[in-house]
């Protein structure tokens, strides 16, 4: 055969085996790219589709050798390092792989799928600026598609670059147009940047593309709740209720349902609803553990950062047996230069970033780690990141202390609960086994600051006034409570409420909703966000916390405590509309727990008619801090080990996941 006749036939040979690759026919591939090798071993691009071969059938370090073969006789092909890369970045080895892009870029390369590549290396070797450049690159390309400029903004928005996110969104819209996802985008880059109103009227644009865009459904009222536009949230409440209950078969995210809501039987519905989003072949039962000398546990959140999570749990961490644990920690979080991140990372045994990788690559991650125990600290919050747990990359997976409710998932063995968040009459409203602690699910720090309260005069007030608290986070007022605390104060002259706010919207539209009341606007006062140290000295300087309902408050009731503060709650049906009674009753103050609104009416305005009974519960409170039960750390996280023993021995012996109540430590 002559030399042009061979090369025609190994062309054509090529041209096939190629086809065979795009359509994953890979016995013919083989067979193909064995006779183009026979014909001529050196051929490089025989060598470079025989390394691509093997990726396609899991032999990567076979496929790496061949590759680099391939390209040490044709060094300059742009294809043979994009794939070279690629291939690089499934075997872990993200800097190699960026040296080979970037060989690529100084030949000239301007396809997108280099620079995008390289975004992606760069942001799995943990170089945020380097990635965002070369996502930039790589959607400024004329040929460049549009999903590039939606991954781009989303691995800026992961970073907290909320400029850049929406720099790159608005491109997208002039360039492409935009569907729901678009428009949600952009929204929240104006949320996460300030612009409230144009964030609601970016989601609106989306909602109004797409009805199920859940979403931007879920953005809209939180935004709406923060802003205490009760009737705008009323009027989509409404619609969302109908639209779950009607043909659209609304999914909204259940965490929706919180501050709207203490029926968990309907948060359950929800719940189920929203995890269909992520396929109904989610894994029902994972990996099988192994027993070791110690349980590696994995908790996972983008709350290690300055964050009321982590001022609760960081002693926790820090006081683990690590005789019998290990403890590693994934973490999203902004790195926000703090001391309590510094601390945070600090107590784990392995602190290692995600940020930058997509849920299927954490996923591996914990795989590759060989976690048996993965702790979701996010749930349905801001932040969530359910879809690493979907295929179940630990043995047991547990819901804990970041969201206040059932997260009607199959992949979620356990939520950490207590007597009080889930008694048994309200077992049905939660999908997971329970494991039950024996006070209060909720860890706290007892070496958290314990600051002198702040002067009233710093608040603007006199000695006389009585200061009410009402400081949870303006989103979990409704109407029915905020009338509650009007009621109150026209029932007691003296006293003054202070509030929440973040956004000069909300403080004007609560002292309009009290004038509409009959309470005097110039009695409603006003916290914006402060530094902790702060925040603690005016709560500890309020006379009583009136808490909110049904989403109570969680770390601010606590933080209340340890200062001596007395807290009123209203009990309700839902987990997080009882927190505050489970922190109350550990902390010995049943007697501040009320089952109706009326009758915390009654008793707000005893107490605050009452000064000398409001300063003898601070009294007695501070006494009760170094014996109380919800300030003992060491006993909490003795009690949280023996749950996570109990439910691993479980799951080592061969049984599936059930309600376990840890007995209290010494019993």
């Known amino acids: 055969m002559t030399h042009s006749h061979a090369d025609a036939e190994i062309n054509a040979l090529l041209g096939s085996a190629v086809d065979c690759?795009?359509?994953?026919?890979l016995l013919e591939a083989e067979t193909i790219l064995q006779r183009v090798l026979a014909?001529?071993?050196?051929?490089?691009?025989?060598?470079?589709?025989f390394g691509i071969l093997l990726a396609k059938t899991?032999?990567?370090?076979?496929?790496?050798?061949?590759?680099?073969?391939?390209?040490?006789?044709?060094?300059?092909?742009?294809?043979y390092l994009n794939n070279y890369a690629d291939l690089l970045m499934r075997s872990g080895k993200p800097e190699q792989a960026i040296a080979a892009l970037q060989s690529a870029i100084a030949l000239g390369s301007e396809q997108a799928v280099t620079y995008v590549s390289l975004a992606r290396a760069c942001a799995a070797s943990g170089q945020v600026d380097a990635a965002l450049s070369a996502y930039r690159q790589s959607a400024n390309l004329a040929a460049t598609p549009d999903w590039v400029s939606d991954e781009a903004a989303e691995y800026a928005s992961r970073s907290n670059r909320h400029d850049i996110a929406l720099t790159l969104l608005r491109q997208r819209l002039s360039r492409y147009g935009a569907g729901p996802q678009t428009w949600l985008g952009i929204g929240n880059a104006l949320r996460d940047l300030g612009d409230h109103a144009g964030a609601i009227d970016s989601w609106k644009q989306g909602l109004a593309r797409d009805p199920n865009d859940a979403a931007s459904r879920q953005?809209?009222?939180?935004?709406?709740?923060?802003?205490?536009?009760?009737?705008?949230?009323?009027?989509?409440?409404?619609a969302t209720s109908e639209g779950m209950r009607g043909s659209m078969a609304i999914a909204v995210?259940?965490?929706?349902?919180?501050?709207?809501?203490?029926?968990?039987?309907?948060?359950?519905?929800?719940?189920?609803?929203?995890?269909?989003?992520?396929?109904?072949?989610?894994?029902?039962?994972?990996?099988?553990?192994q027993r070791r000398q110690k349980i590696r546990v994995g908790y996972l959140s983008n709350d290690f950062c300055n964050h009321a999570t982590m001022q609760l749990l960081v002693r926790t961490i820090e006081l683990h047996d690590r005789d019998r644990f290990e403890l590693l920690a994934y973490s999203w979080s902004p790195g926000d230069g703090s001391d309590l991140r510094r601390r945070t990372i600090a107590a784990f045994d392995r602190?290692?970033?995600?940020?930058?990788?997509?849920?299927?690559?954490?996923?591996?991650?914990?795989?590759?780690?060989?976690?048996?125990?993965?702790?979701?600290?996010?749930?349905?919050?801001?932040?969530?990141r359910p879809g690493i747990f979907v295929g179940r990359p630990a043995p047991l997976q547990i819901s804990y202390l970041g969201y206040p409710g059932t997260m009607g998932a199959p992949w979620i063995d356990y939520l950490i609960a207590d007597e009080w968040v889930i008694p048994g009459d309200l077992r049905n409203g939660y999908s997971e086994a329970l494991l039950r602690l024996p006070f209060c699910y909720q860890p706290n720090d007892p070496h958290r600051p314990l600051p002198e309260p702040m002067p009233r005069s710093e608040l603007g007030l006199d000695d006389s006034a009585v200061l009410?608290?009402?400081?949870?986070?303006?989103?979990?007022?409704?109407?029915?409570?905020?009338?509650?605390?009007?009621?109150?104060?026209?029932?007691?002259?003296?006293?003054?409420?202070?509030?929440?706010?973040?956004?000069?919207?909300?403080?004007?539209?609560?002292?309009?909703?009290?004038?509409?009341?009959?309470?005097?606007?110039?009695?409603?006062?006003f916290m914006r966000r402060v530094p902790y140290a702060d925040y603690l000295r005016i709560l500890g300087s309020c006379d009583l916390i009136l808490d909110s309902f049904p989403c109570n408050g969680h770390t601010t009731t606590s933080d209340a405590i340890w200062l001596g503060t007395p807290v009123l709650t209203r009990v309700g049906k839902s987990f997080a509309s009882r927190v505050a009674a489970s922190l109350l009753a550990a902390s010995g103050r049943q007697d501040l727990i009320t089952g109706s609104f009326e009758e915390y009416e009654s008793r707000a305005v005893q107490l605050i008619g009452q000064p000398g009974k409001l300063s003898r519960l601070r009294r007695e409170i501070v006494a009760g801090r170094?014996?109380?039960?919800?300030?003992?750390c060491e006993g909490y996280v003795r009690d949280l080990e023996t749950g996570f023993q109990m439910a691993w021995e479980r799951h080592l012996s061969g049984y599936p996941p059930a309600d376990m109540a840890v007995l209290a430590a010494g019993n």
């Open 21 to 25: 690759l795009s359509r994953n026919m």
């Open 219 to 238: 953005n809209l009222l939180t935004m709406y709740q923060y802003l205490a536009d009760w009737e705008s949230s009323s009027r989509l409440m409404q």
């Open 39 to 49: 014909l001529d071993p050196d051929r490089p691009d025989g060598i470079h589709f």
């Open 626 to 632: 170094s014996t109380n039960r919800l300030f003992d």
């Open 253 to 289: 995210n259940p965490s929706m349902l919180l501050s709207v809501t203490d029926d968990p039987e309907l948060q359950l519905a929800c719940a189920k609803r929203w995890t269909s989003r992520y396929g109904s072949d989610a894994a029902v039962s994972g990996i099988r553990g």
């Open 351 to 384: 602190f290692t970033e995600v940020g930058s990788l997509d849920d299927e690559a954490v996923a591996r991650q914990l795989v590759s780690d060989r976690i048996d125990i993965a702790v979701d600290m996010k749930g349905y919050t801001q932040g969530m």
């Open 468 to 525: 009410v608290g009402a400081v949870n986070q303006s989103y979990k007022i409704v109407p029915e409570l905020f009338s509650a605390w009007m009621r109150v104060l026209q029932k007691c002259p003296e006293a003054v409420l202070l509030l929440s706010a973040h956004a000069d919207q909300t403080e004007e539209a609560l002292r309009l909703h009290a004038s509409m009341q009959g309470v005097a606007p110039e009695r409603l006062r």
């Open 58 to 79: 899991g032999r990567l370090p076979e496929a790496l050798t061949w590759v680099e073969r391939s390209l040490s006789l044709v060094p300059t092909d742009v294809m």
